[in-house]
């Protein structure tokens, strides 16, 4: 698992122009510059919050209320971005609905190779169908060994952009990395590939029937983008 640092981000951002990608800043974004601009948002939330995964936590992250302005969407997503300027990535794929505007930031800002059609690094999105199930839909199609890079926002246990792998290779692509703004688990997540979060952020999250505020009597807010328990 890799997180941002001065340092490493400072080395990829100048790789990163070099290989001909939009110019971004080399302000550099530390973690309490992200955070803060989180907080400017209100996306960091406090309270007693069910989580897409069916877990229970006291702080939920909604990445949607900061990605809502575009110009945070978009230094957030060059600086996601910075973190695979080393490697070749044709597609970015996300999960949607979290990782839709996030992976498309990131999309945009990632050097493109041979662009025939002049319209970038296509950003697509997987989402469930009628029986729950992720799948591309929508005519998106990915050709054969095409490099693709997975884009979440949030990962709590990681199984939304586990799905998203097993889509992507069921339909022949070959996922070369995958990546997150935030990775709550405190770096515990293990991908069958190269993992990069933008920011690490340990929350506590809890099973329902081990969770210290349910047993205080409140209930569980709802606050994400699905309602049915699925891992996330």
């Known amino acids: 698992m890799i997180n941002l640092t001065t ?45 897409s995964s069916g877990l229970h936590s006291g702080t939920y992250v909604q990445c949607a209320l900061v990605l809502q302005y575009p110009r945070f969407a978009e230094k957030l997503g060059q ?10 990535i044709d597609v970015v794929v996300s999960p949607a609905l979290g990782g839709v505007v996030i992976g498309q930031e990131v999309a945009r800002a990632l050097p493109a190779a041979n662009d025939a059609l002049g319209g970038g690094v296509p950003a697509i999105f997987v989402e469930r169908d009628a029986s729950g199930t992720m799948t591309l839909r929508r005519g998106f199609q990915l050709k054969p060994d095409q490099h693709v890079l997975v884009i979440e926002d949030v990962w709590t246990t990681g ?8 889509v992507v290779e069921e339909a022949g692509g070959r996922v070369i990395a995958v990546g997150a703004l935030i990775d709550r688990s405190g770096g515990k997540i ?29 209930v569980a807010l709802k606050p994400g983008s699905r309602f049915a328990r699925t891992a996330s």
């Open 7 to 51: 340092r490493s981000l400072a080395a990829r951002l100048l790789t990163f122009r070099r290989l001909g990608a939009i110019a971004v800043s080399l302000t550099m974004l530390t973690k309490e510059e992200i955070i803060r601009t989180f907080e400017t948002a209100g996306a960091i939330r406090h309270g007693h919050f069910e989580l």
């Open 79 to 88: 600086a996601l971005a910075a973190l695979f300027s080393d490697a070749r």
């Open 159 to 166: 199984g939304s952009t586990q799905e998203a792998i097993h």
């Open 190 to 218: 293990e991908f069958p590939v190269e993992s990069s979060s933008l920011l690490g952020l340990p929350i506590d999250s809890y099973e329902p029937e081990d969770c210290p505020l349910c047993r205080q009597g409140s």
